[in-house]
């Protein structure tokens, strides 16, 4: 099945590789050309490069917004029609850094991101927060753990958006658990009880509570 990742940056690099080597097959873009290209030319047949962020979800039944938080609602904005009856899946944490790696919270206290960027979303898009749980370094070495392996958390308010997501994290190497609704995306930040677990199924559902 094909996917597409807009933003091949730090995060987006890293799901893209794990996709590709789950079979998926990928279309990617970013605001630069050459990172994406770069990224596909390592990748290899299973992903192409797109022309632009619209041009890249088509064909594409999910695509992963791998993007800071501060740019988010511009690119969602710019191909809101065609998001319409995909899976949009958003590992962003709600911070911006700064100069000095400083990290400042860009929402207030207790709102959960995952329900401010469903707000941004068109009609007949289903979202799920997910893919930002780990730190790009750990998501890759936590990957396709044996004989166990390692959990990838989602959160997320639509049934059809849950079974679409735990295919892709299976695909990238992990067992899916649900973190619960949109409302717990905060669980999944930097910050959260769950951000940089690395459990396996029981320890997981143990600490969702079976969500
Ligand atoms: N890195 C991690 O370990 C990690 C782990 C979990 C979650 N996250 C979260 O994931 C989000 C992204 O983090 P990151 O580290 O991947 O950031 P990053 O390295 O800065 O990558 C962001 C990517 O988005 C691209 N981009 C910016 N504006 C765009 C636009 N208008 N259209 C298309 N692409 C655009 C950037 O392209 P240019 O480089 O050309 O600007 C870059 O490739 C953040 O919210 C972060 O908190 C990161």
Excluded: C
């Excluded at 029609?81 to 899976?87: H, I």
């Amino acid at each position: 099945m094909t996917t597409a990742i807009i933003g091949t940056g730090g995060i987006g690099s890293v799901i893209a590789r794990q996709l590709a080597s789950g079979g998926e097959t990928l279309r990617l873009s970013s605001a630069d050309y050459e990172s994406a290209r770069t990224l596909a030319a390592q990748i290899g047949h299973a992903a192409v490069v797109a022309a632009g962020n619209r041009d890249a979800l088509q064909g594409a039944g999910a695509v992963v917004l791998a993007l800071r938080f501060t740019v988010l609602k511009g690119v969602i904005d710019q191909i809101a029609d065609p998001l319409a009856g995909k899976l949009v899946v958003v590992p962003s944490n709600p911070l911006s850094t700064g100069a000095h790696g400083n990290l400042t919270p860009l929402l207030p206290e207790g709102q959960s991101s995952g329900q401010v960027v469903a707000g941004w979303l068109p009609a007949g898009a289903r979202l799920a927060m997910a893919f930002g749980t780990m730190s790009a370094d750990l998501f890759e070495s936590a990957a396709n753990r044996s004989p166990e392996p390692a959990v990838l958390f989602y959160a997320t308010d639509d049934d059809r958006a849950g079974e679409e997501v735990e295919r892709l994290i299976r695909t990238a190497g992990f067992e899916p658990v649900k973190a619960g609704g949109l409302e717990q995306s905060g669980r999944l930040e930097v910050g959260g009880d769950l951000h940089d677990l690395v459990a396996g199924p029981a320890q997981a559902r143990s600490v969702t509570g079976g969500a």
